[in-house]
């Protein structure tokens, strides 16, 4: 089993929804997670940092369940440049900084 | 601030062969980690550099190895190239254990035929 795990969509989804990725992470010792995007070809980046008292940035909101060992993001007002692929990322403390990633989960906004 | 940067930006090698793969971190980072991205799958962890020193390791054989100069840049050589090795090469650089403040390079796209 993965120690991170996320459907692979791909989402398509029009313009202007809402639409909502899950992530599962298997190593209760992660203590810190993240969402990062990464357009096709390029390297991945920051999008925002995921707390169990819910982060939201804009369109954007991330929450944790510790308890279930789920994260999640929310994208509110789908724009077509949210096109990308998000991946969940998990890091344990323990470990010198070393991200763990999901596969990713794939994203289209359409007209 | 010229950000991470990594070289070349794409190769294609012969199986068997040897690769250098070479990372210049961000201004004011003294830590460098090297990811290996397949097509469809996330980056998987290679290992990490600080001080010039490997301090941790992801499950990858020891084809590959690597090395930090004193100028924090580093560089990741691949020996007997597989197949399976053709990736999106990636370097992250941060102050150390600050992950939180990590930066990607462009990355290396290597092909192996």
């Known amino acids: 089993r993965k120690e991170v795990e996320q459907d692979p969509g791909p989402f398509n989804v029009p313009e202007g929804a809402t639409v909502a990725f899950n992530c599962t992470y298997s190593?209760?010792?992660?203590?810190?997670f993240f969402w990062y995007r990464q357009d096709c070809r390029k390297e991945p980046k920051l999008l925002m940092s995921?707390?169990?008292s819910g982060n939201e940035d804009g369109r954007f909101t991330a929450q944790l369940n510790r308890a279930s060992q789920y994260i999640s993001l929310l994208i509110r007002d789908s724009k077509l440049s949210d096109s990308a692929t998000y991946l969940c990322v998990a890091v344990n403390t323990g470990t010198a900084s070393k991200l763990t990633f999901g596969t990713g989960t794939r994203l289209q906004v359409t007209l | 601030d010229a950000g991470v940067t990594q070289s070349p930006t794409h190769l294609i090698k012969t199986r068997g062969q040897q690769v250098t793969l070479r990372c210049s971190p961000k201004?004011?980072?003294?830590?460098v980690s090297w990811y290996q991205q397949a097509l469809g799958q996330g980056p998987q962890f290679i290992f990490q550099y600080y001080e010039e020193e490997e301090r941790q390791r992801g499950n990858f054989p020891d084809r590959f190895s690597g090395h930090q100069f004193p100028n924090y840049s580093s560089e990741l050589n691949v020996n007997a190239l597989l197949l399976g090795d053709s990736a999106l090469y990636l370097c992250?650089?941060?102050?150390?254990?600050?992950?939180?403040?990590?930066?990607f390079g462009q990355g290396t796209r290597l092909t192996v035929v």
């Open positions: 201004s004011g980072h003294d830590t």
């Open positions: 992250a650089s941060s102050p150390l254990d600050s992950y939180t403040e990590a930066f």
């Open positions: 995921v707390y169990s």
């Open positions: 190593n209760s010792a992660s203590q810190s």
